[in-house]
């Protein structure tokens, strides 16, 4: 399976670089070739990309690397089950408007340009109305500047994230913005258009990339709509490449002694996703391999080392809750 991993084309980004576990920084990802295929095809096509996988597979990282690779604007939000569409899109401030009603000498008109902040798809689609470079609007700060900085303003990625924890009528309400790259904010009649011209490549300029856990069916008109893939479980080897990718990213170096560590680890990875399996456990994922490696490098713990098993249990094999 051919794999890329990189620093990014633009260098580190303007804020301190921390190996955190959740990372957002978009500097290293081990990309499979089918992931990367999709990608393409997505960007061909103008449609969202549906990213499947379990948790703590990579899903979440692809959006902010792939932005990163290419310099383009990235922006996202994270779904929650009370996120509806127009969060997507803008939100009206109709506490603040009534309270300034109320105080409001006589004689001054509101504006309701003054109420709205635009959402993420807003910002990507058409930056320049999102700040505010329309007749009326109010300047306004793009939450993503910092990150930004320097980015082609033509082109964006947006990660939706875990689309699934919302209510099902949510992405049905995305259609139309997704599939035309346009809507109307109904609180001030002002359109949102992203620019008509195409990639000099023919390619789309936005790429909007959704993840789902799958623990809520999605709906088919909304399926039908995406280029949709399945992150694939990364294999011994895989993990180790992705292993020494976040390593030599990091902390600058991946050892002998380490590789060493992470094929050991791999293999135990293996093994514990079958037993999960067998116990109707949730399956270890990428993300936890990762935290069991640095475990053992910070602890210096080896697989023959005593301590191993209770490190297992807190990393790979995470005990459910009593009753569950």
């Not at 996120?83 to 006589?106: F, G, I, P």
């Not at 195409?198 to 280029?227: K, M, W, Y």
């Not at 713990?301 to 790979?316: H, N, V, Y």
Request: glycine share 8%.
């Amino acid at each position: 399976m051919d794999t890329q991993n990189s620093r990014g084309k633009q260098g580190h980004p303007p804020w301190p670089v921390v190996d955190s576990p959740d990372r957002r920084d978009g500097l290293v990802y081990v990309m499979p070739q089918e992931v990367e295929l999709a990608v393409e095809v997505a960007l061909a096509t103008g449609r969202p990309l549906l990213l499947r996988g379990e948790p703590g597979s990579g899903k979440s990282s692809l959006a902010a690397y792939l932005a990163r690779e290419r310099g383009w604007r990235y922006y996202e939000h994270v779904v929650t089950s009370r996120t509806k569409a127009d969060d997507l899109l803008w939100t009206y401030d109709h506490v603040r408007r009534l309270s300034d009603a109320q105080v409001r000498d006589k004689g001054t008109a509101l504006v309701d340009h003054d109420y709205v902040t635009p959402g993420p798809l807003w910002w990507a689609f058409d930056p320049v109305s999102a700040a505010g470079g329309t007749a009326g609007a109010p300047r306004r700060q793009d939450p993503w500047a910092r990150i930004n900085k320097g980015r082609d303003p033509r082109h964006s990625v947006v990660l939706v994230d875990e689309v699934d924890k919302a209510d099902p009528d949510m992405p049905n309400s995305l259609l139309v913005p997704l599939g035309s790259h346009q809507f109307t904010v109904s609180d001030t009649g002002e359109r949102v258009c992203r620019e008509k011209s195409s990639g000099a490549d023919g390619f789309g300029q936005h790429l909007v990339i959704i993840t789902t856990n799958e623990e809520r069916e999605l709906p088919q008109a909304f399926l039908r709509r995406c280029v949709i893939v399945s992150l694939p479980e990364p294999g011994p080897e895989m993990l180790v490449d992705i292993a020494q990718a976040h390593f030599e990213c990091y902390h600058g170096s991946f050892t002998q002694l380490e590789k060493q560590l992470a094929r050991e680890l791999a293999d135990a990875l293996q093994k514990a996703r079958t037993e999960a399996r067998k116990l109707a456990m949730r399956a270890p994922s990428t993300a936890e391999f990762l935290d069991a490696l640095r475990a053992c490098k910070a602890l210096n713990i080896g697989l023959a080392d005593e301590r191993w098993p209770l490190l297992k249990s807190l990393t790979l094999l995470k005990p459910q809750q009593p009753g569950a």
